[in-house]
């Protein structure tokens, strides 16, 4: 085996799938990289079971087709400090000779027969949806999963298609972030799986690089996405999701209107007088406004107001500002509604017909 390309295009490729093989394995070959270069591509690949990446690298100069595996934090190491614009990778037995200008290098590669095998693209029949569609949905649900794992298919992402919408719910059973589309999606339903956070957000990264439309299709055990440059193979998560349409409340009749990005500056500027012990603020909701409230005896008060549209009850409820912050966050710019009940009951933040926050408050008798 041997090719050349420039530095940056390997470089590229190494830095999407650096993700895939930073974790901590018991199996060396889960922290390498397989090259598998044939008559006019090369092809680069890594996994850790759980997710698989392949990833074409263009353009390449083929001398000679073949296949190596290197472990991939030597050789992403390598080349940030490489001098040159072009390098080249040549396999002599079981050493990978890597030369140029700048030096010459010997790197010992592993057996790729056991390199475990990745699906190689998505078969025709599945999803199709718009990259940067893709990305604003994944952005506006993966915070949300549970970093714990209390109840393991938390950790992931429902995924769901059905009459030709897609839709993404995550929780952590204190929030909930549920997102849809339906403008850019287009292929056959229905399909559902729960695809671990570390997929979602490989499957992120993938689109990011991508223009046009990635394909989609959830199997038995996996779910499958493809671009022009990459496909991505993700073990689904086994168990029963949490019946999230009952966990969106019905009957919030308090409704206020205001700035997202407004409304995520007082946030910030309160919380700054929080502790990691305290995390709190309060919400007060008066007749055209908002005021966000904070109590820190070992700190300090903070009282910011804002303007905004409410013609409701007054209201006093508590949140952890993290968890208001994050959904504003997703949500970017433009107006957000918001949705109360009682001091006791979760709320709801709603962005257009599309994406719906439920957050659980804190009961402020029990912080006082």
């Known amino acids: 085996m041997k090719f050349s390309c420039q530095r940056a295009v390997l470089t590229e490729g190494l ?5 895939v093989t930073a974790g901590t394995t018991t199996k060396p070959i889960l922290q390498a990289v397989k090259i598998e270069v044939s008559e006019n591509k090369a092809v680069l690949e890594a996994t850790d079971l759980e997710v698989g990446v392949r990833y074409l690298l263009e353009p390449v100069e083929v001398q000679e087709k073949g296949t190596v595996v290197l472990q991939e934090g030597r050789l992403a190491e390598l080349l940030r400090e490489w001098p040159e614009e072009r390098v080249c990778l040549e396999l002599k037995g079981t050493m990978c000779h890597i030369s140029g200008r700048g030096g010459a290098f010997k790197m010992v590669g592993y057996d790729p027969k056991e390199f475990p095998t990745i699906p190689a693209g998505v078969e025709k029949g599945a999803m199709e949806i718009e990259a940067g569609e893709l990305v ?3 952005r506006k649900v ?12 938390m950790t992931g992402v429902l995924f769901q298609v059905e009459a030709g919408i897609l839709r993404m719910v995550a929780t952590d059973g204190r929030r909930l972030a549920s997102v849809r589309e339906k403008k850019g999606v287009s292929g056959r339903g229905p399909m559902e799986g729960i695809v671990p956070r570390k997929g979602i957000e490989q499957l992120a990264r993938i689109a ?8 989609l299709k959830i199997e038995e055990t996996h779910l499958l996405a493809g671009s022009d440059k990459a496909t991505l193979c993700a073990q689904l998560i086994e168990g029963q999701y949490p019946n999230y349409k009952e966990a969106i409340p019905a009957n919030n009749d308090k409704r206020v209107e205001v700035d997202a990005e407004i409304l995520a500056g007082a946030i910030r500027r309160a919380s700054i007088l929080t502790t990691e012990e305290r995390r709190l603020v309060r919400l007060g909701l008066r007749k055209e406004r908002i005021s966000v409230e904070v109590e820190t005896p070992e700190v300090g008060e903070a009282k910011v107001d804002i303007d905004a549209n409410y013609e409701g009850e007054n ?6 500002p ?4 994050d959904a504003l966050k997703a949500i970017g710019k433009g107006t957000v509604h918001l949705e109360f009940k009682e001091a006791t009951s979760s709320a709801v933040i709603k962005s257009g017909q599309d994406f719906i926050y439920v957050v659980m408050p804190i009961r402020l008798t029990e912080t006082s």
């Open 208 to 215: 990011e690089r991508q223009e046009g439309k990635i394909r």
């Open 15 to 19: 830095q999407l799938v650096s993700h």
């Open 142 to 153: 993966a915070f949300a999963c549970a970093s714990e794992r209390v109840r393991h298919t």
């Open 136 to 138: 604003e949905m994944i």
């Open 322 to 325: 993290d968890f208001l912050l």
């Open 315 to 320: 209201l006093e409820i508590g949140f952890n």
